[in-house]
């Protein structure tokens, strides 16, 4: 693993069919200081944290012939809601997030969205809707969503009882 970036990234260099990659990949923090981004959720850091390492990448391999792949590894189960979140300005981050990923694919770097768990909402839209190609396992537990149901129904107010009565 690389160090240095805060304990809901991990960011790690390894072999991609006997090349150089990086993957990158945001993972639950249960100590983390924003309440709402504890549980693999991405929230003011993880965005800007995510946009640094794909800066990272793209500087490190500026001058080289070849462009290292970014392998975006996805288990994101939202963006991280929240009133101080909005406040400080998630959606600059997130918006950071999404914004490196697009600059690393116009510098030249593949960059491949791996889907291993769920895909949702902001969060999949920060990390890994820009890549090149999205993949993702065959399992009923890998999901890609606009939005979840508890998510919606927070949004709007109602129970998911109510919400799906409402969809009915």
């Known amino acids: 693993l690389v160090k240095g970036y805060c304990?809901?990234?991990?960011?790690?260099?390894?072999?991609?069919?006997?090349?150089?990659?990086?993957?990158?990949?945001?993972?639950?923090?249960?100590?983390?200081?924003?309440?709402?981004?504890?549980?693999?959720?991405?929230?003011l850091v993880e965005g800007w944290e995510l946009a640094r390492a794909v800066h990272e990448v793209i500087e490190a391999d500026h001058s080289g012939a070849i462009k290292r792949p970014i392998v975006a590894v996805i288990d994101v189960t939202s963006q991280a809601y929240g009133r101080a979140e909005e406040a400080y300005g998630i959606h600059q981050a997130l918006a950071g997030a999404a914004g490196a990923y697009a600059e690393a694919r116009l510098a030249g770097h593949p960059v491949i969205g791996l889907v291993v768990g769920k895909a949702m909402s902001g969060a999949f839209l920060a990390h890994g809707y820009q890549s090149n190609r999205i993949v993702a396992f065959d399992d009923p537990e890998v999901m890609v969503h606009a939005m979840g149901k508890a998510s919606a129904a927070r949004i709007t107010l109602r129970s998911v009882e109510a919400l799906e009565t409402l969809a009915a």
């Open 7 to 43: 304990a809901a990234l991990q960011v790690a260099d390894a072999d991609l069919a006997g090349a150089p990659a990086c993957y990158i990949a945001v993972v639950p923090d249960p100590g983390n200081r924003f309440a709402r981004a504890r549980s693999g959720e991405i929230g």
